[in-house]
């Protein structure tokens, strides 16, 4: 049983990151705000849910949440300032978008640079945890996912409809040909 948060008595946003491993499409992150008295019996990790669990859950989140941000991070900017700084920029900008600025921030991974001055704690593997960080992860990847299919359509030869930019031989093969 995953917990809601960190601290009961903050406003506290969980964030996550989807596309970090992908050799194409963006890097896009949610933050959430969960009321404090959120539960759903199969909100974990969206690496756990199958496809059709995570658009679900998606609906569900979207609709109890007091608040949540997407944002995502092109290509050409993540190949100026790596994938890594990308990801916390994306992130960053999830939060920013959020109606309600949080007091605390749950970060799912090891590295985070302040956002303004909201404390934050990196937790490995939170989207496996923390209610909050599992949702901001399934927000994450739905709307990732949703825009490589949309980018699919330009850009047929690669799958991405299906493999979503991952490293996939099939996608690593058309790559090479392409």
């Known amino acids: 049983m995953l917990k809601l948060k960190i601290h009961s008595h903050l406003l506290e946003c969980g964030t996550d990151e989807a596309g970090r491993g992908c050799l194409a499409g963006p890097v896009t992150a949610a933050a959430v705000i969960l009321p404090n008295d959120f539960s ?69 991974g090891n590295k985070f640079t302040p956002y303004k001055k909201i404390p934050y704690e990196c937790v490995v593997k939170g989207d496996g945890k923390y209610l909050h960080i599992a949702a901001a992860s399934i927000l994450a990847k739905t709307y990732r996912d949703a825009y490589m299919k949309t980018l699919a359509l330009e850009f047929p030869q690669y799958n991405w409809q299906k493999n979503k930019g991952y490293p996939t031989l099939e996608h690593r093969d058309a790559i090479r040909k392409h």
Do not use: W
């Open 40 to 108: 759903h019996p199969f909100l974990t990790d969206s690496k756990q849910l199958s496809e059709k669990k995570r658009i679900f859950l998606k609906d569900v989140i979207e609709s109890e949440a007091l608040c949540y941000g997407v944002a995502h991070v092109m290509m050409e900017e993540i190949d100026q300032i790596n994938i890594l700084n990308a990801s916390i920029l994306a992130m960053h900008k999830a939060i920013e978008s959020l109606e309600t600025t949080p007091q605390f921030i749950a970060i799912d």
